[in-house]
């Protein structure tokens, strides 16, 4: 599985950016997806996670009720709808596939495939 993200760029405090991750490959359905981010100097720290039949989605404490992950296994993209958005949300977001256990989701090591990442900055 080959996976490309997309849409990031600037935004101010309290708007909103639409991240895209696109896979290729037949079997990208059978994955777990998740988003993570990594801002300079820090480590690569969970966001969301969404299972094969999207009806379990995870996120983390800091992004619930502002972001939502959702995916389109016809057209092989997980989207990662961001609203609400904080300075401290500024970081590089990278995807990732793979087949987690519910311990693991929030794990880098949950994922064998990841994608090249893309840059959110949000300015106060």
């Known amino acids: 599985v080959q996976l490309q993200a997309s849409g990031g760029g600037l935004a101010q405090a309290g708007g909103s950016l639409r991240l895209s991750c696109a896979a290729s490959g037949r079997t990208f359905s059978t994955y777990t997806v998740g988003w993570f981010r990594q801002a300079p100097g820090q480590e690569r720290e969970f966001v969301a996670a969404v299972r094969i039949d999207s009806r379990h989605t995870y996120y983390d404490d800091s992004v619930k009720g502002r972001f939502t992950i959702s995916r389109d296994n016809a057209k092989n993209t997980v989207n990662l709808q961001m609203n609400s958005l904080k300075p401290e949300d500024t970081a590089v977001y990278y995807c990732?596939?793979?087949?987690?256990?519910?311990?693991?989701?929030?794990?880098?090591?949950?994922?064998?495939?990841w994608g090249q990442g893309t840059l959110v900055t949000v300015s106060s």
């Open positions: 990732g596939a793979g087949r987690p256990i519910l311990s693991s989701i929030s794990r880098p090591s949950g994922y064998a495939y």
